[in-house]
């Protein structure tokens, strides 16, 4: 099956219908940038920036960090890469940093949260971005952003960089897309002022859904309880990625859900055109989107919108067999 995969990697994601999907991949290692080529994705629309700094026992340098992101960008090779900054604390911990024990870490002191408390960590990897990508384009997003305030005090951290860049006549990026994680349902009712802001929106639906249902995302007893394919998770998905249209603002799915070819299929009915998935699912979703008709999916999604279904996941597979 790897192999088939692999000889379909360059066909286009393209449906039946013509609609192309731009389907981008998550990475977090430099190593995995390898797979950008091998799967034959559009680029990386997640880089979790965490990752080094989980593995090194100490704060990385800001010369280790460029050094990263510069590999990074050097691997991609002119294909579009999304850094996320650090998205510490909660389930991710990282040895240098004091951290309390929170009873509730997952909804505790992390990502933005730390980055806007200890800006000094923000602005040295902020630094370290745009000394790397000196020269060519940079996208960064911010986790964990719950409300517009966040990210307009992230933002101005990071045009402030910028502007240091100028001021000292260090040669930074040519230009600068900022955008944000949606994952936290707060985000999605101050969408008007944000959509104003912000370059472009990725939805995290591995953090959305666990704050969307009070759900635990690793707790293994709950893992079965609530389904992504529900008509409230459906229906808040489309009322973001249809505001985002109205704005002409870019949104994907970066989280897990994307992955997943059922799924997959429903988020594209919902109107998604771009998914950022781990990279062993790209070979099945691009299938997948090969063999849809998109103008089918979204009448048929449309319909179901309003059930009181639990899930519409027997649907969907009902769907999906019926249209091969
Ligand atoms: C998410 O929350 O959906 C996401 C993509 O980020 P992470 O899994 O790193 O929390
Ligand atoms: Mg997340």
Known sequence: Q???FRAERNLPSVTRDGVRIHLHMNAGLQSDMAHLDALGADGVGLFRTEFQFMVSSTLPRLETQQELYKA????AG???VVFRTLDIGGDKAVPFLQHEEEENPAMGWRAIRIALDRPVLLRYQLRA?????AGRSLSIMFPMIADVAEFKAARKIALKEMERFERLGL???VDLQIGTMLEVPALAWQLDSLLEL???????????????????????RLIDRYDLLSPAVLSFIRMVVK???????PVTVCGEMGGRPLEAMALIGLGLRRLSISPMTIGPVRRMIRSL????????ILDMLQSPDHSLRVKFKDYARDHS
């Open 293 to 300: 008709n998109v103008r089918q999916i979204e009448n048929y």
């Open 78 to 80: 002119g294909r579009p």
């Open 243 to 249: 505001a985002c249209d109205r704005a002409g603002v």
């Open 171 to 173: 040669k930074g990026p």
């Open 129 to 133: 971005l745009m000394g790397a990508a």
């Open 72 to 75: 990074v960008l050097d691997a």
């Open 2 to 4: 790897a192999a088939q």
């Open 198 to 220: 912000v370059d472009f929106v990725s939805i995290g639906t591995n953090d959305l859904m666990q704050f969307f249902f009070a759900s635990d995302r690793s707790n293994p």
